[in-house]
């Protein structure tokens, strides 16, 4: 019941609608929901592959649901061609949340049948098969696989039976999609690639970073019934290289003393812009002139010289933060794309590496912009390690005696956690520089 009463919050133009929960005397569980018409995918494959202008168009809207559906700590786990509905508009909605996951903001998790292998064999993940923990990168496995069979008409680990099922998506590979269709285009073999990695780290991180590598965004806007087109340069594109400025995220938490995790997470955001190639990004020193001042973002894209402005906000509770963001064209104070992420800390490294993606694909479909993906460099997997370092930082910014003092203290607790962070060693070495110059 809880499991479905989360999933049914879900307000998205490519999740189903569920009107009422209902649980029977024998204990089984009712839902009402929408009558859609159309038909499911499954019975669309029966007639063999898909055109890829259609492919990528049921994609896309099926990552969008992916991406909401994460965001509010569901995983689906069982993303097969019969839970993807096609309407007669063409609107894809994501059925049946029987088998999600959802986090309970413990250490734990709350499942609908705990303990057994959930999901349809040629779509599970293979930590799925093995009973292991998932999360949500298992549902984008197989959403690569739906992705591949409407590219071939085959399930990528097809075989006679379900023991040689199992011992392919466990152990083999699949056959490539250029085997089985020579001309499919190249942004769908690498989605599908980026999908199927049978190690969960080297596998997709979000549903965005599917949708950034499909080439697509969604044209519509919240609320309404989606639809997508492949990335062309939009009337009006931008030629020049594209300038931005991330400006200094506003600290809503409680407690003043996170403001050290805003700043940090706008440096970090500045940073992994600043690596895509033919993306100007104002630096931190002019972009954080402008914290704490209340001015029209088309006055301060006017000083600092740029097309568009991410701003934002970011609130901490504990171990959670939500994270709102909105992309602006200064030119003429336009809203181009917005979003909210709500998440725990331990996944604050995918969280930055999914909002700089999403920031980059916004920006090729709103602007035309020609600009490469951006790029995360992680220099520890320790949360503890990266907010002691995160702090050191923000005192170091403060540039006075004690807090450079207090800088120090911060870069050298970052080491005693994770004595290999480079950024940590980085910056004790800031420190004696400083130190042997006065």
């Known amino acids: 019941m809880a499991e479905a009463s989360t999933a049914s919050s879900l307000d998205h133009a490519n999740i189903c609608t569920i009107y009422a929960i209902e649980e029977s005397p024998q204990g089984e569980l009712l839902l ?63 059925l049946d949340f029987g088998l999600s996951k959802i986090a309970d903001g413990t250490n734990h998790t709350r499942l609908t049948a705990p303990n057994q292998v959930m999901g349809t064999l040629l779509y599970i ?72 990695q049978k190690k969960v780290l080297d596998r997709y991180t979000s549903a965005a970073q599917m949708l950034a590598d499909l080439g697509v965004v969604r044209q519509s806007g919240p609320g309404v019934s989606a639809s997508f087109s492949q990335l062309a340069p939009v009337s009006g594109a931008i030629s020049h290289t594209t300038a931005i400025a991330v400006l200094p995220l506003q ?9 050290y995790f805003s700043d940090g997470l706008t440096e970090e955001l ?37 097309d568009v402005a991410l701003e934002g906000s970011v609130r901490r509770s504990g171990q959670r933060i939500r ?53 995360i460099t992680r220099f520890t997997e320790n949360v503890d390690a990266y907010e002691l370092y995160l702090k050191g930082r923000y005192n170091w910014n403060q540039k006075t ?12 607790q970052a080491l005693e956690v994770d004595p290999n962070f480079a950024m940590a060693h980085s910056g004790i070495a800031d420190f004696y520089s400083l130190m042997a110059s006065l």
């Open 270 to 306: 500045i940073s992994a812009l600043g690596k895509a190639a033919r993306l100007r990004v104002v630096s931190r020193s002019s972009a954080f002139a402008f914290k704490g001042k209340v001015e029209d973002v088309r006055k301060i894209g006017e000083q600092l010289g740029v």
């Open 125 to 196: 993940s293979p930590e799925q098969l093995r009973g292991d923990a998932v999360d949500h990168r298992t549902d984008l496995w197989a959403m690569g696989a739906v992705l591949y069979e409407m590219t071939t008409g085959l399930a990528p680990f097809h075989r006679t039976n379900a023991t040689a099922i199992m011992r392919a998506i466990g152990f083999e590979e699949y056959t490539p999609v250029r085997d089985l269709r020579s001309d499919v285009p190249e942004t769908i073999e690498q989605a599908i690639q980026g999908a199927l």
């Open 401 to 412: 005696p004690e807090s450079i003092q207090l800088a120090f203290q911060y870069f050298q």
């Open 32 to 94: 009402a929901m929408v009558l859609y018409r159309g038909q499911t995918l499954d019975r669309l494959l029966r007639k063999g592959p898909l055109p890829f202008h259609q492919i990528v168009d049921i994609a896309a809207q099926a990552c969008q649901a992916l991406n909401a559906t994460h965001t509010a700590g569901v995983v689906h786990r069982d993303i097969k061609p019969s839970n993807i509905l096609i309407t007669e508009e063409g609107v894809v909605k994501v």
């Open 323 to 375: 994270i709102t963001l909105q992309l602006t064209n200064v030119s003429n104070g336009y809203q181009l794309w917005s979003e909210r992420y709500d998440r725990e800390m331990i996944d604050i490294f995918d969280l930055q590496d999914e909002i700089a993606q999403t920031v980059v694909v916004a920006l090729k479909a709103q602007l035309g912009a020609d600009i490469s993906q951006a790029r």
């Open 251 to 259: 600290n809503l938490s409680s407690d003043p003393e996170n403001e």
